[in-house]
């Protein structure tokens, strides 16, 4: 490659919302922003096992944009398989990945167990973690620390510069600026990372200077428009889902992402109980995971806002955190109403899996979703109405209230997406529609183009795409390997998610037949299909 040139790939997060890797090369050096983890359907997750698209070895450093898993969740494997350079973050982002990461590894050998567990059975290879807990352990000793607004040179030719991005605790959009072609003439990028709403608990709106050549930003709400809500109204709407969820000794359980919506519903739930606003009934917050996240914003708690003076989230009569697992198993024997709040977010992992095995079929629970659900996440299969789940093997008939609430997200919606790209104009050459879902990609590219963006310019890559960024425009590059997945598929339900629906219908229509007559009419009919 001539030293002149200036090239990224798409490694992730292209039309999908996981997986957010970008690898740059310019001139002699080569870097990657982000290197996330992929999530949801089995298709998507199994490009955690195979090799990276590009030599670890050969990635002189990272920049990453916060602390995700989806954007951080692969830097352990990354440093296992021989990257030997520095990763640079905002303070906030390694003090919350000193938890995250470990947490990810240990999930990592959780779910390789079990599965090589099935494997024996079938007399199949076992599989490795992706990385142990351990591998993250040793991942975070080559972290660096950097302030926000500050340029770094990380190599010759190479500035960067952090911008609050008000997504989560230390969230950044990253300024870019490369020397490109013979005259050295700088090229300015921006990565958006993820971006947050206005008005977002605890964080300023997000911050990013203007006038670029390339933008590389996010879409993950792309096509929705979110309900706005004051704080007071927040708390009030809040009010009502609990209140509706606890009558008659109900109990609510709240799938919550560890980081910042586990903080927000406590600091609003902890509100809503000191003013009367809803029963005290005790709120469990059973994730290690989250209580750790959430010592870690008591230490930043100087950099918060909308916390009312309040130096700590834990310290109340009414939260009981469960570190243990006998504590957390305690939980199922207490009667009466309560608040149960577990990770993950959207139900893939961690404790609330055991609590919705043992509520979703009664009737006296409501689970309240309250985030983005990927596309084959137990979390979005919920939202759309399932009447029966398999949660680790086992089917569950769901009769539990499911309820949703776009109240407390970190994503800007389209209207507040619209309004950030239209600030960081001047764009020069292209933007690139990341980190979305096929509907809210489209959806943001003609609400964009609306706004007076040339629709020509705004482009939305797919998994694997190569493009040379020049002074002059953006050059689509030839492949010189197959793409790793089929764009078909990725951000898709796939056959897994298809198979366990389609064996889910059966049984609720062998279940519904009027005798045994008409199963076995079913059955035979099934028989021929299958012929
Ligand atoms: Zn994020």
Not at 44 to 68: C, G, M, Q, S
Not at 476 to 503: F, K, M
Request: proline fraction near 5%.
């Amino acid at each position: 490659m001539p030293d002149s040139q200036v090239i990224l790939r798409f490694c992730g997060a292209a039309r999908t919302v996981t997986g957010s890797c970008f690898w740059v090369r310019s001139g002699q050096s080569s870097f990657l922003v982000d290197c996330g983890l992929f999530q949801g359907s089995k298709t998507l997750k199994e490009l955690n096992y195979r090799p990276f698209p590009f030599d670890p070895k050969r990635i002189d450093f990272v920049l990453l944009t916060h602390a995700h898993i989806d954007h951080a969740g692969l830097l352990p494997r990354l440093i296992k398989e021989g990257f030997a350079g520095p990763v640079y973050m905002t303070e906030g982002t390694k003090d919350l990945l000193t938890f995250m990461l470990p947490d990810s590894g240990h999930i990592q050998e959780i779910e390789v167990e079990h599965l090589n567990e099935r494997k024996r059975q079938w007399d199949v290879p076992a599989v490795e973690p992706i990385y142990t807990r351990a591998d993250a352990e040793d991942a975070i000793r080559r972290f660096e620390t950097i302030a926000y607004e500050t340029w770094i040179e990380p190599a010759d030719g190479v500035r960067a510069r952090f911008w609050n991005a008000g997504h989560i605790l230390g969230s950044a959009s990253i300024e870019l600026e490369l020397s490109c072609g013979r005259e050295q003439r700088v090229l300015r990028i921006l990565f958006s990372g993820d971006i947050g709403p206005e008005h977002k608990l605890f964080h300023a709106d997000p911050k990013a200077p203007e006038n670029f050549d390339y933008v590389v930003m996010e879409s993950t709400y792309g096509g929705r428009t979110r309900t706005k809500a004051s704080p007071e109204h927040r708390r009030m709407l809040l009010a009502q889902e609990v209140k509706q969820a606890l009558r008659a000794d109900g109990v609510l359980l709240i799938p919550a992402f560890a980081v910042e919506r586990t903080q927000e519903l406590l600091c609003d739930l902890i509100r809503l109980q000191e003013s009367g606003g809803i029963p005290r009934v005790p709120v469990f917050l059973d994730s290690p995971l989250a209580i750790q996240v959430t010592k870690v914003f008591e230490s930043h708690i100087g950099e918060l806002e909308d916390l009312g003076g309040r130096k700590s989230l834990l310290h109340n009569p009414a939260i009981v955190p469960t570190l243990t697992a006998d504590e957390s198993k305690r939980i199922n024997g207490f009667s009466g109403s309560a608040i149960i709040m577990a990770a993950s977010g959207m139900c893939e992992a961690g404790r609330i899996r055991h609590h919705l095995k043992h509520w979703l079929w009664r009737r006296e629970a409501t689970v309240l979703l309250a985030g983005f659900q990927a596309q084959g996440t137990l979390g979005r299969i919920l939202a759309d109405g399932a009447s029966e789940v398999k949660i680790q093997g086992t089917e569950i008939a769901v009769r539990a209230t499911i309820r949703q609430t776009d109240l407390y997200t970190g994503h800007a919606d389209r209207d507040e997406l619209v309004a950030w790209i239209c600030g960081r104009q001047p764009i020069k050459r292209a933007v690139y529609l990341t980190h979305g879902e096929d509907n809210d990609i489209d959806a943001l590219r003609e609400a964009i183009a609306a706004a007076g963006l040339d629709k020509g310019r705004i482009i939305a890559p797919v998994l694997d795409d190569e493009i040379e960024l020049t002074g002059e425009g953006p050059m689509p590059r030839a492949r010189t390997a197959p793409r790793r997945l089929d764009p078909e598929v990725v951000g898709r339900p796939d056959w897994h998610n298809e198979l366990a629906q389609i064996s889910l219908d059966i049984k609720s229509q062998l279940d519904m037949a009027a005798d045994d007559r008409s199963r076995n009419i079913i059955l035979r009919r099934l028989r021929r299909a299958l012929e």
